[in-house]
């Protein structure tokens, strides 16, 4: 995650959310120094040509109106597994995806975004609508009882580098004693980082009357935030995908917020150390 990294992957359907998506890019890319890729999957050989024609009629496009071209790649595939090939083969550091949210009847809905998201090892910022601001200036960052919320604390540090963020914590509000004590820690943990590198915050906790996820997104509703970032579950299995984790239900939010997703490192388990991130 180092900034030798130098490329934003773009899946895109050929539909406005995908040129959403890009849009989003062609906002990140110039602070974060990035190039841009544009990815697209087909199911059969006998496609690659027309896609190929149309990315690059999206490649020119994108240069005329913006001074930028993207490259692109299309490959035979499945979405599921080729958007992450691909992004490790040019070395992405991140991936901007739009979806259609949970329902419809597009390709990638709430929940066949939550399965593309969970198998790579880039972050995506997943998009609903064009880019309302031109910078990340608030961000929601809930915290829970799981130990993985740790490992948001590196994008944490990595966003603060390229813009002057704001994080607004939400502390999950649990009466499970054990809970308590595993979001008191988490909390802790998070505070003492943004502490020693001088990065601003609030603290707030929900009001526990709503699903977690719920009063998150009313959360960020409220104080107009940019982007929310979430942790995706561990092991997350098909009942998640067919019935609904919980950030399934935030990166389709009715708000249309941008969503950073990312997914827990298993390494950074076995070690049982978070040094690498700073804190």
Not at 5 to 31: C, M, N, R, W
Request: charged share 25%.
């Amino acid at each position: 995650m180092g900034k030798s990294e130098k490329t934003i992957v773009v899946p895109h359907d050929f539909t406005q959310i995908g040129d959403y998506a890009l849009e989003h890019a062609l906002v990140i890319s110039p602070i974060m120094e990035n190039d841009i890729v544009l990815v697209h999957i087909v199911k059969d050989n006998g496609e690659i040509a027309l896609a190929e024609k149309q990315c690059e009629e999206i490649a020119e496009r994108t240069f005329k109106k913006h001074f930028i071209k993207p490259r692109y790649i299309v490959r035979e595939g499945s979405i599921f597994k080729d958007i992450s090939t691909i992004s490790e083969e040019v070395n992405a550091n991140l991936i901007i995806m739009g979806t259609h949210g949970r329902k419809g009847i597009q390709k990638l809905t709430g929940s066949w975004a939550l399965k593309v998201i969970v198998s790579s090892t880039v972050p995506f910022i997943i998009v609903q609508a064009p880019p309302a601001k031109r910078r990340f200036e608030k961000i929601v960052f809930p915290i829970d009882f799981r130990s993985e919320n740790k490992e948001k604390i590196q994008w944490v540090n990595y966003l603060s580098t390229y813009y002057k963020t704001k994080f607004y914590i939400i502390k999950q509000n649990y009466k499970d004693r054990l809970f308590q004590t595993k979001i008191r820690n988490n909390l802790a943990f998070t505070k003492k980082f943004l502490d020693s590198k001088g990065i601003e915050y609030e603290i707030f906790t929900s009001p526990g009357k709503k699903k977690f996820y719920e009063e998150t997104v009313d959360y960020a509703k409220e104080v107009d935030a940019d982007m929310i970032l979430v942790m995706t579950t561990k092991d997350i299995s098909f009942a998640d995908y067919a019935l609904g984790a919980d950030e399934q239900h935030i990166i389709a939010n009715h708000e249309k917020i941008p969503v950073m997703c990312v997914n827990p490192d298993p390494s950074l388990r076995r070690s049982g150390s978070f040094s690498a991130m700073g804190g």
